[in-house]
């Protein structure tokens, strides 16, 4: 079975960094996968990478290939954003809101949603790292996409009613300061969704290091605990929460994938999970 894809580390600087989620300093090494090790904090138990290239490098990760693979994967990618935003109930909530305002996909890849949402009525904007990828949803998708990491963008304070990111904040080296900052850019009572993998479903435990979101460009891996830990003290409150995915394709026939699919939606060890988050 196939990883995730991921650029291959390189020459990039590397520095040490505490747990994001506890701040600790203690860790134990997890998972050793050559180029990069994922260590296991003794004191909150989050598995990240340690050490970790610094920024400036790491986001020279994000060009022509990574578009290449955004690119020839959005309409999959997309298909599955719509099964997780219908599995948070979300054209039922949609419906409920007086307006719907603005909307902000952080890491918004090629604008696929961007586009899909601005259809349904929302003032849509997109953050994109990966240069080509948001110059190809801008002169493509006619959505306005800021190409650089979030915080550089010139978002004002509470101007978005919803945010979405999906398998973004595995990526980010500083996840609370990324939570900080989408609670910042979130009206009262504004919503978040989030995408991330699970790194306590059924795929990671029984594969460990070969399991597919084990790779160099996830720095960090949530298990639901964690994420939710960091979610509550950066001020959000857990609405929902769903995992889905129970086997990948390749791993076991369809009478087997197709009710353990099932199941871990129902039992919540599914390989992917999302939280449907509120201001
Ligand atoms: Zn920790």
Redesign the pocket.
């Known amino acids: 079975m196939e990883k995730t894809y991921s650029a291959l580390p390189g020459t990039e600087r590397m520095e040490d960094i505490v747990?994001p989620?506890?701040g600790?300093q203690s860790v134990r090494p997890h998972w050793d996968c050559g180029s990069f090790l994922i260590q296991r904090?003794t004191?909150?138990a989050?598995l990240y990478q340690n050490p970790q290239p610094v920024f400036s490098d790491l986001r020279n990760r994000y060009q022509q290939s990574y578009f290449d693979y955004e690119l020839s994967n959005e309409q999959a990618f997309f298909r599955l954003m719509l099964l997780g935003l219908k599995d948070i109930g979300f054209s039922g909530w949609e419906e409920g809101l007086k307006n719907r305002g603005a909307f902000l996909d952080i890491g918004c890849a090629t604008g696929l949603l961007l586009s899909y949402m601005q259809e349904r009525g929302w003032t849509v904007h997109g953050a994109e790292i990966c240069g080509p990828s948001a110059r190809y949803g801008i002169e493509n998708r006619h959505v306005d996409i800021f190409p650089g990491p979030l915080e550089q963008a010139p978002f004002p304070p509470e101007s978005f009613s919803l945010i979405h990111f999906s398998h973004l904040i595995e990526h980010v080296p500083d996840p609370r300061r990324l939570l900080e900052k989408v609670h910042g850019l979130l009206v009262p009572g504004g919503a978040a969704v989030i995408v991330t993998p699970n790194r306590n479903g059924l795929q990671a435990r029984l594969l460990g290091r070969k399991w597919r979101s084990c790779i160099a460009d996830h720095l960090n891996l949530f298990d639901k605990k964690g994420l939710a830990r960091i979610l509550r003290e950066t001020g959000f409150t857990i609405q929902k929460t769903k995992t889905w995915g129970g086997l990948a394709r390749g791993l076991a026939p369809a009478c087997i994938k197709n009710p353990l699919d099932k199941l871990a939606k129902l039992l919540g060890f599914g390989d992917v999970m999302l939280f449907h988050v509120k201001k």
Request: charged letters at 0%.
């Open positions: 747990c989620v506890c600790a904090c004191g909150c989050h």
